[in-house]
Structures are given as structure tokens and as C-alpha cells.
């Protein structure tokens, strides 16, 4: 049973827009969220978390915002690049654990020069 | 900047062979981690690993084994490759007290 899900495959924006990639969980007990960059043939990069505590998290253009009443998250790039173009993973962990992260399957988002 | 160095980019392999697949970290991280990612299935945690000699099943553990000696050295071992293990083997890393993992460049495995 998929904990977390991104339920859009693939999102296309031009250069220059805002892209927003949504990311949904199940599990309450989550309390820390993380996105991920992952481009074809490479490992993940790290990319911005966001702790249950705060509903809000900026780092130049990337902004996550967390909506725990909805169990939603989503990831803000403004303006989009073409340099974005790349799988967005989604993860989350709960506290107390062995730091394990559960993942959504990703969201290929594609900038349009 | 954390490095996390997978052995081999691209390993061919014959169905029985006995394949090991290693990742050294060089930041002293407590945990490492073992995925492998498939096309429509995501990240899939196969072993995690929180101290040397310590070892947990992830979600899929079918068909491999896990060692870690050093603290900086965790390796995946396939007993006997099957075709399914066709995949990319991801190793990650990350400090005992922060859940942010780094992560390898992966490791294409492709067993005929």
C-alpha cells in the first residue's frame, strides 16, 4: 500500500512559469518530508525538506509547502528552468525510527525553453 | 560535500553468478541504505544498515544479503542473480540524527 503518492507522472511548464509538484501521504505519524531531483542514470540529489512543524520552506527558487490537515505537500520552482527538467521525488520519514525514508514514484516535470 | 561512491556504474552479469555491488561513504554516516529503483515502481528499500555489523530488512530483502564491516563500507550481495534483479542499485547514506540520505549514482545491473 503506497504511503506516499505523487499522483501526476509527468508535468510540462514553460521557462520562466511557476511549476508546482504535489505529493500526498497516508501516514500520520510522517512528521518529516523531503523532495529529491533525480535525473536519468543518476542517484537522487537532495533538494529541501520541510519538518511537520512548519507549514512553509524556502530555498531560492524551490518552496515546499506542507498542509498536514490534508496530508498534501507540494513543491514550488519559480521561475522554472530549463536546467528543472528532471524526476521529483517525494519522501517521507516518521521520528524515532531508523531515519528510513518511503518514496513516491516521482513526477517528471519537463521545462519548455 | 558528501560522497558516496557506488563501485561499478554498469555490470553485466550471468543468471547463478553470485554478484556484490559496494558502496564506501566518506562522511562518517551511522546509516546506509540499499534501493532499487524500477521503471513505475519507485524507490525500493531492500537493506538499511545503522551501525557496522547491524543490519534490517527493508521491503524487499528476497534474494539478497547485506554486509557491513567498516563504518564507511556497505555491500549488496546477489547469491544467485535471476533475471528480475535486472535493475538500478542505489546506495545511500545519511547521519544517525538527520533524515536527509545522499545518495550514489547508481549501479545498472543487468543479469541475462
Known amino acids: 500500500d503506497q504511503q506516499v503518492k505523487q499522483n501526476s507522472p509527468s508535468l510540462s511548464v514553460q521557462e520562466g512559469r511557476i511549476s508546482i509538484l504535489n505529493c500526498d501521504y497516508t501516514?500520520?505519524?510522517?512528521?518529516?518530508f523531503l523532495w529529491y531531483k533525480k535525473y536519468p542514470a543518476e542517484g537522487p540529489t537532495f533538494l529541501i525538506s520541510i519538518s511537520s512543524i512548519k507549514d512553509k520552506n524556502e530555498d531560492g527558487r524551490f518552496t515546499v509547502f506542507l498542509n498536514k490537515s490534508a496530508k498534501h505537500l507540494s513543491l514550488h520552482i519559480v521561475p522554472s528552468q530549463p536546467g528543472d527538467s528532471a524526476v521529483y521525488l517525494c519522501?517521507?520519514?516518521?521520528?524515532?525510527?531508523?531515519?528510513?525514508?518511503?518514496f513516491g514514484k516521482g513526477t517528471k516535470l519537463t521545462v519548455n525553453p | 560535500d558528501v560522497k558516496v561512491t557506488q563501485s561499478s556504474r554498469y555490470l553485466v552479469k550471468r543468471t547463478g553468478e553470485k554478484v556484490f555491488l559496494e558502496c564506501v561513504q566518506d562522511m562518517d554516516h551511522e546509516n546506509m541504505f540499499w534501493y532499487r529503483q524500477d521503471p513505475g515502481l519507485g524507490l525500493r528499500l531492500i537493506y538499511f544498515s545503522y551501525d557496522v555489523k547491524m543490519k534490517e530488512k527493508g521491503d524487499i530483502p528476497e534474494g539478497y544479503s547485506v554486509s557491513r564491516e567498516k563504518k564507511e563500507r556497505f555491500s549488496l550481495i546477489l547469491e544467485s542473480a535471476s533475471t528480475n534483479q535486472t535493475s538500478m542499485y542505489l546506495c545511500?547514506?545519511?547521519?544517525?540524527?538527520?533524515?536527509?540520505?545522499?545518495f550514489g549514482a547508481g549501479t545498472r545491473l543487468s543479469v541475462l
Open positions: 545511500a547514506s545519511s547521519s544517525g540524527d538527520r533524515y536527509i540520505q545522499y
Open positions: 501516514n500520520s505519524m510522517f512528521d518529516y
Open positions: 519522501a517521507a520519514s516518521t521520528q524515532g525510527g531508523s531515519e528510513k525514508l518511503v
